[in-house]
C-alpha cells in the first residue's frame, strides 16, 4: 500500500514551537487545548499573527521542531510493508524548504528523499492513504483520508481519524 | 485535463546553462549536438562531473535559467483550458528548492504556487499526463507520458514525443 504523510502537526510537531514564540514574545498562556476547535491565528490578534506568519517565513523555525511521539519508530514499522511518501507543503514559506527537507533526513533517514514531496494541493498525490491533521488536505486528495488529530480538528467529524502515533501503528500493522 | 509539467529541460534550459559553464571552466567545446544520444556526465571526465555537481548543489545555478523557447506564451495559453501542475525534482540540489521556486514565480505568474511540486519520483503525481524530458519519470508515471526532446533522450523511442512548445501547443491546443 501506498501511504502519504504529511509533516506538520504529524511527524513534527510544529503546534508547540507556534505556541511557545507565541507565549514568550507576547506573554499568552496558550496551550493545546486552549486554542482547541479552531485556527491557531483565531486566538491572537492579527498583528501578532502577522508576525508569527514573518517569522515562518524565514524558515529557520522549521529547522528544530520536535517529533510527535513514537512518529520515528511506527513509521520505520511502517516503512517495511508500505511505500511511503512525506507530503509537506512548503510553499507559503518557501524559507522552508530546505530546513524541512534537512529535518526530514535527520529524523526520518530510513525514507529516501526521492520520497518526499513538496506540495500545496495534495489532490496531486497518487497514493492509497494520506494521514493529514488539515481537512482541506483531505477533501482534495482522491484516495483515502485519514485525519491526525490535532487542536483545530478536534470537532471534524467526515474522516477516518487517529490521534496519535499509536493509533497509526494499529490501523496499518 | 491535468497536466504535469516538468522544469528543468522543458521550461528551463538548463542544458545550455549546464554546457555553458563546462566551456567556459574548462575549455570545451560543447554544444546540444556533441552530447546528443547520451548523459551529460558521459561526455566529461569524472572529475569535472563532480565539480559540476557541486555547483549544482549550492543552488545559486538555477537562480536565472533562461526560458525554453515559446514556453510562457504555450503554457499560458493551456492553462486556460487545462489544470497544470509543474513537477520538478530538487532533492539531489536541495539548494536549488528556493531559486526554483522564485524563478517560477517570476516567468510562470500565472501557475498559482500550490500548483507547483518538489518530488523526486514521479510516479507519485496523480495526473492525466506528465511532459518530461527524462524516461526514467516517464516510467514511474501512471498516466499518459509525453517525452520532451532533449539531447541525451533522441534515440528514445518508447514515448510520444514533443520537440518543443510549438509541439506541445498542437497536442492540447
Redesign the interface.
Known amino acids: 500500500m501506498r501511504i502519504?504523510i504529511d509533516m506538520d502537526e504529524v511527524l513534527a510537531d510544529t503546534m508547540a514551537v507556534q505556541l511557545k514564540w507565541l507565549n514568550d514574545q507576547y506573554g499568552h498562556r496558550l496551550t493545546p487545548e486552549t486554542v482547541r476547535g479552531g485556527d491557531l491565528y483565531d486566538f491572537i490578534p492579527p498583528r501578532q499573527g502577522s508576525h508569527l506568519m514573518e517569522v515562518l517565513r524565514q524558515g529557520d523555525f522549521f529547522a528544530d521542531l520536535p517529533l510527535m511521539d513514537h512518529s520515528q519508530t511506527v513509521l520505520e514499522r511502517l516503512a517495511e510493508k508500505h511505500e511511503i511518501?512525506i507530503?509537506t507543503?512548503?510553499?507559503?514559506f518557501?524559507?522552508s524548504?530546505?530546513p524541512k527537507?534537512?529535518w526530514l533526513a535527520r529524523h526520518f533517514p530510513f525514507i529516501?528523499?526521492?520520497?518526499?514531496?513538496?506540495?500545496?494541493?495534495k489532490?496531486?498525490?497518487?497514493?492509497d492513504v494520506l494521514i493529514d491533521d488539515t481537512p482541506r488536505n483531505l477533501a482534495r486528495f482522491?484516495g483515502h483520508g485519514v485525519l491526525f488529530t490535532a487542536p483545530h480538528n478536534v470537532n471534524v467529524t467526515e474522516y477516518a481519524r487517529v490521534s496519535g502515533w499509536h493509533d497509526i501503528d494499529a490501523m496499518f500493522a
Open positions: 502519504a511518501f507530503a507543503a512548503a510553499m507559503e518557501p524559507g524548504f530546505g527537507f534537512r529516501d528523499s526521492s520520497r518526499i514531496v513538496f506540495c500545496g494541493d489532490g496531486i498525490l497518487s497514493a482522491e
